[in-house]
């Protein structure tokens, strides 16, 4: 039977992928040598989905796995349907693995007659008997308190930082750069993974009635000869990361190494930071990026075996926080 036992043969854990992303659930499942539960799903004409398990799962901790990636609707609501076959299937516990989740970026009210849909999807997969949520690097922390049960937070900031050490020549000769003024705190975090840097952001203006348009207008502190870090969440068009860039070069930078967790990267991001005059752009796996995404200054690493790890701590009661030397 497909699973992994504890060591005293009393607990059984179950690892479930939807179809948005196989690649790095089956990554995740090897580097815990395990394999996905056999899994049927699929879409009847009117767009409707099926899904079942061909192995029970009575009893088990089971571990849904699941990246909102376009069609997003489509995907979120399959990870939904799982999670109701599994509380069918009488699973002990059910942890809905999200390594980006869907709707974060809306997460509060900026004007009246809007909804909170972050916190919509939360009450959805808790409705539909989900236990426990993991993810890596929520767009705001806030969003760990819209789900009623545990939320493990997960990191890739150690991952993302190693390989910008071993990118950069000399490191005293870099500043952590912000695209915004609202992600400074995780900028200096960068820097004091990175060995206490100086800090920089980009001063820009948002018109919150245009989705994905925003103006960088100047960078705010010491970039001139310097190579700079630019790190964020989450890399969709490509816009706002584009214009960072570009000020960062008008002021005098060296080069500019973009870092973020997430590669969206919607049309036309690929082109977008191509051209932007980054001298690379660093993302993780949590999303599939599909050739046409792809372009020559991309960079991919994998965030299966920080998930793997994640899981084994959860399944043997062990602590995720210690995976993150203090930063989660």
């Excluded at 179809?19 to 767009?47: C, I, K, W």
């Excluded at 819209?146 to 937070?153: E, L, R, S, Y």
Aim: contains cysteine.
């Amino acid at each position: 039977m497909t699973g992994i036992l504890s060591a005293d043969g009393s607990k059984r854990l179950v690892l479930v992928s939807g179809r948005a992303h196989p690649e790095l659930a089956a990554a995740v499942a090897q580097e815990m040598g395990t394999e996905l539960l056999p899994t049927s799903a699929y879409d009847f004409a009117n767009g409707e989905i099926y899904v079942r398990f061909g192995e029970s799962v009575r009893g088990a901790d089971v571990f849904v796995l699941q990246s909102h990636t376009s069609p997003i609707n489509q995907w979120i609501m399959e990870q939904m349907i799982m999670v109701d076959a599994l509380k069918r299937a009488s699973a002990k516990t059910i942890t809905v693995i999200a390594p980006f989740y869907g709707y974060a970026r809306q997460d509060k009210k900026h004007k009246g007659r809007e909804p909170i849909s972050a916190r919509l999807i939360a009450d959805m997969y808790e409705v539909a008997g989900a236990d426990r949520l993991m993810s890596v690097d929520l767009h705001t922390a806030q969003l760990q308190g819209f789900f009623n049960g545990p939320v493990d937070h997960l990191w890739a900031m150690p991952l993302l930082t190693d390989y910008v050490k071993s990118r950069v020549e000399d490191l005293s000769n870099v500043t952590v750069v912000s695209p915004d003024a609202g992600r400074i705190k995780v900028a200096e975090k960068w820097a004091a993974k990175l060995g206490g840097h100086p800090l920089a952001f980009v001063h820009k203006t948002r018109d919150i009635n245009q989705p994905n348009q925003a103006v960088a207008n100047r960078v705010v502190g010491d970039v001139a000869g310097r190579t700079c870090v630019l790190v964020d969440d989450l890399i969709d068009t490509g816009g706002t990361i584009a214009e960072a860039v570009r000020v960062c070069m008008e002021s005098g930078a060296k080069e500019v190494i973009v870092a973020a967790t997430h590669g969206v990267l919607s049309d036309p991001a690929a082109q977008r930071l191509q051209e932007s005059g980054a001298s690379e752009v660093v993302v993780t796996d949590t999303l599939p990026i599909t050739e046409d995404k792809r372009f020559e200054k991309l960079t991919v690493l994998s965030i299966a075996p920080l998930i793997a790890r994640a899981i084994e701590e959860v399944f043997a009661d062990g602590s995720v926080t210690s995976l993150f030397e203090g930063n989660s």
